[in-house]
């Protein structure tokens, strides 16, 4: 069965040109022109993923992250922001709220096809891999793309979800930015590497224990970043 993308944008002519390529690849495609209609079509469609330009009429971006984030039905969903070149900072608070990935406009169709591709994959659970891999308290079912700290459910999102598994594969080592996204993911592109240190802080926020957001992850100063071990 086709895997479905919601794509959220008031621009038709990029909603147009969008549909076009992704159908192109074998994805049903699902359209929403404002924010009302996109939290309509999440609950009605539950899609596989969703592309999602920041600047909507009636519900912003951010708050429809907020909502998926927050909504146990939809929290599973990944989610791909668009954002115009000068919004770095923009970009920096949808990753903090739990989105996946970014494209910044103006962008190559071919590009968010490609993002897409890759997203679904890190968040397909038949995946092969190992089953299981353990770190003190802290646990991934590989399997079931669960997380657990003490027993304790974590509520990661894919990309979250993937960064850490490369951290539990190798406790204990020193990873660079850039080693810790080909690591993860297979791939590297231009304008990742800064957004590592994003999920790396909501990350510490969900491992964090006793008040201490170290507990697990270390900054190593002048390399990157490292798993206790």
């Not at 049903?28 to 592309?51: M, S, T, W």
């Amino acid at each position: 069965m086709a895997q479905r993308v919601l794509v959220v944008d008031d621009d038709r002519e990029i909603v147009r040109l969008l549909r076009a390529y992704l159908e192109r690849e074998g994805f049903q495609v699902v359209v929403a022109l404002d924010g009302e209609e996109a939290l309509h079509a999440l609950r009605r469609e539950k899609p596989d993923l969703v592309v999602l330009d920041l600047m909507l009429p009636k519900r912003d971006g951010w708050e429809i992250t907020r909502v998926v984030r927050a909504d146990p039905s939809l929290q599973h969903i990944p989610i791909i922001m668009l954002t115009a070149r000068s919004e770095e900072a923009d970009r920096v608070v949808g990753l903090e709220l739990g989105a996946d990935d970014y494209v910044v406009k103006p962008f190559s169709p071919r590009e968010v096809v490609a993002r897409v591709k890759a997203v679904l994959r890190r968040a397909s659970p038949n995946a092969p891999r190992a089953k299981l891999l353990r770190v003190l308290d802290l646990e991934l079912d590989l399997d079931a793309h669960r997380a657990t700290l003490g027993g304790r459910e974590l509520d990661l999102t894919p990309t979250e979800f993937e960064i850490l598994r490369a951290m539990m594969q190798s406790p204990g080592h020193a990873f660079t930015r850039l080693e810790l996204i080909e690591r993860a993911f297979g791939y590297a592109y231009e304008g990742m590497e800064r957004t590592v240190d994003t999920h790396i802080k909501n990350l510490r926020r969900k491992l964090s224990t006793d008040g201490d957001p170290q507990a697990y992850i270390e900054t190593v100063y002048g390399v990157g970043y490292r798993l206790r071990s």
